[in-house]
């Protein structure tokens, strides 16, 4: 069975881009234009989400706010931060929180590398 991502991004065009990517690769990929509409994909399919690849900055509720929210409630699935300013207070905030990061622009081969790495620690 393939592993359920969750995608959170704002900019439809990144979005289509990383389905296309992950889709390709075998897993199983929902998507939310934001942090509310991501929760509540998630209160849905609950633990079956095995990763969140979520931008930072987003309407609603963002990147952050949402993987406290998942991770209060299931500490074991991943999230990745993504985001093209790698300035911004949350990555401090992701390395204590065990999340990964993974800067914007990225490749089909970085996007793949992240996942995975998510999915088995220690790659």
């Known amino acids: 069975m393939a592993h359920k991502i969750l995608i959170v ?7 289509m881009f990383i389905r296309a990517v992950l889709s390709q690769d075998g897993y199983e990929v929902l998507e ?3 942090g509310e509409e991501a929760l509540d994909m998630w209160l849905r399919h609950g633990p079956g989400i095995r990763v969140v690849l979520t931008d930072v900055v987003m309407p609603r509720m963002g990147g952050p706010e949402l993987a406290r929210r998942i991770k209060e409630k299931t500490p074991e699935t991943a999230v990745i931060f993504m985001s093209g300013y790698a300035d911004q207070p949350v990555f401090e905030q992701a390395a204590e929180s065990v999340c990964r990061f ?3 622009p990225f490749t089909p081969m970085d996007l793949a590398k992240a996942v995975r790495g998510a999915l088995e620690p220690g790659v």
């Open 9 to 15: 991004e704002d900019e439809q065009p990144v979005r």
């Open 32 to 34: 939310a234009s934001n």
């Open 102 to 104: 993974l800067p914007k």
